[in-house]
């Protein structure tokens, strides 16, 4: 069979096979006719946007435009681009506005994220009320009471003494455990068969609190005390599979704040951590949605609060997803009487979400001393 240069088919793919200059021609010319693909999705804040689709001849390029304009709004996006550059995969970058290569039709998305898909950003508490309350008692007793509080000649000061007898005093329908604490309140014991000292258990009839206390001066904990906490849980899981009928909480305080590996460390862990002007992610859920209710109560539409709420939100809501198969109630399922299932489960980025967390611990009270000074000065 010829070809239309008078050869045949398998001349002309030899000759190709010895110079490879043709090889490369053809390669090129591919390249020119289809240019690489820029697949932009938004699916974290607005899930109902379909992805978008540019052709772009320079790809480099039209991400360094995205990254020198990402200085307004707070929008995450997820720029993919398998066909050009396979091996850099992924790439998360904050992008805010203006870039003249994106069409209308994503400028239009990106004005119904401020009116259309904000809702989608709101998430649900992760505990129910009761545990919200328990949260609520240990932030409060760190930050607003213990400073104030009576010291004691002995080596924790009477911090455990004195953060027990007002759980007792404020949490009405909690049965809080007494001193040295070894059967996890319920006269439980472990599959090691050696007993663990729980510095306070609270019992109520749907929810467990297990709390552990480090009233630690001089230094913050680390991994390795989140992780001896999370192991004691597990022992009395192994041979108790009935507790995770209850919402089970184990919240970490410390005087002293945390170390970047012991915060990440209760995060992945599903550890609730509670520090000075350290408030666990219930608590910022709780917080954000009261000021939602104050903003949906006020009369003024551009009120510019509800920018910031909404850019909160995206926060609250990253810190949700990553966070939610961590919870000991998401990992652990009863199975029966001698039988619990673990869900294999890792955090991968838990130093990033314990930053995330304490960036929005700041951006909480920003915002709740704006909403107070509003309401003081409407008041007046």
């Not at 904050?94 to 709101?122: F, H």
């Not at 009471?145 to 004691?152: D, F, G």
């Not at 609730?272 to 009369?299: F, K, N, W, Y």
């Amino acid at each position: 069979m010829k070809n239309a240069c008078g050869g045949s088919w398998n001349t002309t793919k030899a000759n190709r096979m010895k110079k490879p200059w043709l090889r490369t021609k053809r390669r090129s010319r591919r390249q020119s006719i289809r240019p690489p693909k820029l697949l932009i999705t938004n699916q974290a804040l607005t899930p109902k946007c379909p992805p978008l689709c540019l052709q772009q001849k320079e790809p480099c390029a039209y991400l360094k435009a995205l990254y020198r304009d990402a200085t307004r709004d707070r929008i995450t996006l997820s720029v993919l681009n398998r066909l050009w550059t396979p091996e850099r995969g992924l790439l998360r970058l904050q992008y805010g506005g203006a870039c003249p290569d994106i069409c209308e039709s994503y400028r239009a998305s990106l004005r119904d994220l401020r009116t259309n898909d904000v809702m989608d950003l709101k998430v649900t508490n992760v505990v129910g009320p009761d545990l919200l309350q328990f949260l609520k008692c240990s932030y409060r007793f760190v930050n607003e009471e213990w400073p104030h509080a009576s010291r004691e000649p002995i080596p924790d000061q009477g911090f455990e003494e004195t953060f027990r007898a007002a759980c007792v005093t404020k949490l009405h329908g909690w049965h809080i455990s007494q001193v040295r604490e070894m059967h996890l309140g319920d006269n439980l014991i472990t599959a090691s068969g050696i007993m663990h000292e729980i510095d306070l258990v609270g019992l109520h009839e749907q929810a467990v609190a297990i709390v552990e206390l480090k009233h630690w001066e001089s230094t913050t904990p680390t991994k390795n005390e989140a992780i001896i906490f999370f192991a004691k849980l597990l022992d009395f899981l192994a041979a108790n599979p009935r507790l995770v009928l209850r919402d089970i909480c184990p919240i970490f305080i410390s005087i002293s704040g945390f170390e970047e590996s012991g915060l990440a460390a209760c995060l992945g862990l599903g550890i609730h951590p509670v520090g000075p002007g350290l408030r666990p992610l219930p608590i910022i859920v709780d917080s954000a949605q009261r000021m939602e209710t104050e903003i949906c109560r006020s009369a003024q539409v551009n009120d510019p609060l509800r920018g910031q709420l909404t850019d909160f939100w995206a926060i609250l809501h990253r810190l949700n997803v990553a966070l939610e198969a961590t919870w000991l109630g998401n990992r652990c399922g009863y199975l029966s009487e001698t039988t619990l299932v673990l869900k294999s489960m890792t955090c991968s980025e838990s130093v990033t979400l314990s930053r995330l967390l304490r960036e929005a611990n700041a951006d909480c009270l920003q915002l709740l001393t704006s909403f107070r000074e509003k309401k003081v000065a409407t008041s007046q």
